[in-house]
């Protein structure tokens, strides 16, 4: 595998047709290094969700060039960018979880994508990283007893448990305290180093922005400033 | 029960979890679908029950070939008559080694001011034993004596436990057509569809007890074949020697399985029952659809954007469909059988539970919850991971 996780290359995404056809993304360049952690920021609308989405293979690719982990998504068919998505870990900022299982099968999921497995193993493997996270003692407790934090925690391990290649994030520290966020993104850096796993985070949080490798803003759709940090 | 499920299943029995995690939803989708159960088994048990009544009164009869007019002729009581001339020629046959006429015709019993029940009267000839059931052949000899009777012990609506001890030494006396007869044995029929009981009763006792009817004209010819005669073979080639149109030749069970048909399928009882039918599989299907395609979308789309296909969905749906089929099957089948219990008690028609029906409904129970399942698919799979951000 190449140093670069993501290519974006002169993207353009348009929602509608017709008259009422919009365009939210206009010539979106974009490199994204295997093992980084890049924040994507940018006010209501300015188009970084829309190209969260793009490069996380949930939308099609209408114009330009989005390669992933070698994989050229332009005019790829939704079997192709299923089975990207099989490499890719998800967190959302409303977690997701699954009403009807337990923070231990809601993270067990994430294992199961990949086949059948032996169901016990699939549980040992969700209960060590949600004993990393602090949440050994909930293991069993349904999304609805849980915090919002717990939650946000165990939408952390689903998606971090199948040892993705690049991690999605929207908002992933919103529901959380301080200490618990830093320590959240504090280990998505730590995969990066240890198993070169990518993350892509949208985010409002200001106190996570220092440890970015990186920070991209984005306005009307277009990328404003591309700052690396280090 | 998860664990199991899982080891199953080789994952997550999400399906059952699902179902699970709304203990009020499941237990209302499960009434939803016993209900169906009951609507279909009701329905399959009255068409059932119509055509084990069309069969029993045939049952008495054992001949090797039956011979009717082709008018209303689909079934065995209400059959326009014949000429006796037919059982003549056809006694020319070779192979036909003996016949009887069998005439038919009803009356009603009346039981009190408004009750009543219409009894089918068959009138034999004593001495044509060989043409009927076994355990009848001693019973019709006593038919010999005048103005008596073999009187069904299962007639609806009528008390018959006076007749029970009825014998020739000791006849049971009652009137019917305005004459007095003696009950001299007893048979059990039981009513039907068209009937509430039947009454064997000699020939002679039947013209005078309906003087309109003639011996030349029978309602059915029942004739004995030569053993190792083909019925069929015989039944071609005495259509032969009668002028065209004028019979219809038929063993038992070929009349038994026509009338049958006919009763199914082209008398307004039978095709309510079809439609009963249809209309509580649409009802199982409503039910179990509004459980399956229930509110979890998001959380469907969430498992999209996580990379699993759309046989894992399926997967799912098949998992709650089954699950709501193989537990909703079992109450409705434990009401159907209370139902059929109570509607035999209440108006003796032959209805009971069959090991072929239950399975029957059982499968087509899974089958309506997999198709509501498929339906519910089209919904889930309007499921958009993008729009979970």
């Known amino acids: 595998m190449s140093d670069v996780a993501i290519t974006v290359s002169g993207l353009d995404h348009y929602f509608g047709e017709g008259d009422a056809r919009k365009q939210a ?75 009807s299982l337990t923070a231990r099968q809601n993270v067990m999921i994430g294992l199961q994508v990949h086949g059948r497995g032996d169901p016990a193993r699939h549980g040992e493997a969700a209960d060590h990283l949600l004993d990393l996270l602090g949440l050994g003692e909930r293991l069993d407790y349904l999304p609805g007893n849980l915090s919002g934090g717990q939650k946000q925690r165990v939408a952390i391990a689903r998606a971090l448990v199948s040892n993705p290649n690049i991690i999605f994030a929207d908002e992933p520290t919103a529901a959380l305290d301080k200490v618990s966020g830093l320590a959240a993104v504090q280990l998505f850096k730590d995969l990066g180093r240890a198993r070169g796993t990518t993350t892509v985070m949208v985010t409002h949080d200001p106190r996570i922005l220092d440890l970015a490798d990186r920070v991209v803003t984005l306005e009307d759709g277009r990328v404003v400033m591309d700052r690396i940090q280090t | 029960m998860t664990a199991f499920l899982s080891r199953l299943l080789g994952r997550l029995p999400i399906g059952y979890l699902q179902l699970t995690h709304h203990p009020g939803r499941l237990l209302a989708a499960l009434a939803g679908v016993a209900f169906a159960n009951v609507l279909v088994f009701v329905q399959l048990g009255l068409a059932g029950s119509m055509a084990e009544s069309v069969a029993i009164p045939y049952r008495l009869f054992q001949p090797d070939l039956l011979i009717v007019s082709p008018a209303e002729s689909e079934t065995l009581s209400d059959a326009s008559t014949l000429p006796r001339q037919r059982l003549f020629q056809a006694l020319v046959h070779p192979d036909v080694t003996d016949g009887t006429p069998i005439y038919m015709s009803r009356s009603t019993w009346l039981s009190g ?22 355990a009848l052949a001693a019973p019709l000899i006593r038919l010999s004596l005048s103005d008596t009777a073999l009187v ?35 048979v059990s029929i039981g009513g039907g569809f068209g009937g509430d009981g039947v009454f064997l009763i000699s020939d002679q006792t039947f013209f005078r007890m309906f003087p309109q009817r003639s011996s030349a004209t029978p309602s059915h010819i029942l004739l004995a074949l030569a053993p190792g005669a083909d019925p069929g073979r015989v039944a071609a080639e005495l259509a ?19 009338e049958v048909r006919y009763q199914m399928t082209e008398r307004p009882t039978g095709l309510i029952f079809a439609f009963g039918v249809v209309i509580g599989i649409v009802v199982g299907i409503v039910i179990a ?78 089958i309506a919850c997999s198709v509501s399942g498929i339906l519910a698919m089209r919904k889930l799979a309007a499921a958009e991971p993008a729009d979970l951000f």
């Not at chain 2, 032969?240 to 026509?258: F, K, S």
Request: with cysteine; hydrophobic share 45%; aromatic share 10%.
């Open chain 1, 25 to 99: 993304l206009f010539d979106v360049n974009l490199e994204v290094g295997s093992g980084s952690l890049t924040i994507l920021m940018g006010p209501s609308g300015s188009g970084k969700t829309t190209l969260l989405t793009l490069m996380g293979c949930l939308r099609e690719v209408h114009a330009g060039s989005v390669r992933l982990l070698d994989q050229e998504l332009f005019e790829s068919d939704e079997i192709t960018r299923i089975d990207m998505r099989r490499r890719l870990g998800f967190i959302f900022q409303a977690h997701n979880l699954h009403d």
């Open chain 2, 152 to 186: 069904d012990t299962l007639t609806r609506f009528v008390d018959m436990r006076s007749f029970a001890a009825a014998h020739s030494e000791a006849p049971v006396p009652f009137e019917m057509q305005n004459r007095q007869l003696g009950a001299v044995g007893t």
């Open chain 2, 240 to 258: 032969q020697l009668y002028p065209p149109d004028t019979v219809r030749i038929r063993t038992v069970t070929e009349a038994t399985d026509q």
């Open chain 2, 289 to 366: 659809y509004q459980v399956l395609s229930a509110d979890h979308i998001r959380e469907y789309a969430t498992f999209k954007a996580m990379g699993f296909r759309q046989s894992f969905f399926v997967g799912i749906i098949l998992e709650e469909a089954i699950i709501l089929a193989a537990i909703g099957f079992w109450p409705g089948l434990a009401f159907s059988q209370l139902f059929y219990h109570s509607l035999a008690y209440l108006t003796n028609i032959p209805i009971f539970m069959t090991p072929e029906r239950a399975v029957a409904v059982l499968i087509g129970t899974i």
């Open chain 2, 113 to 134: 001011q408004e009750a009543s029940s219409s009894i089918q009267f068959f009138g034999v000839m004593p001495d044509a034993g060989e043409f009927f059931h076994d």
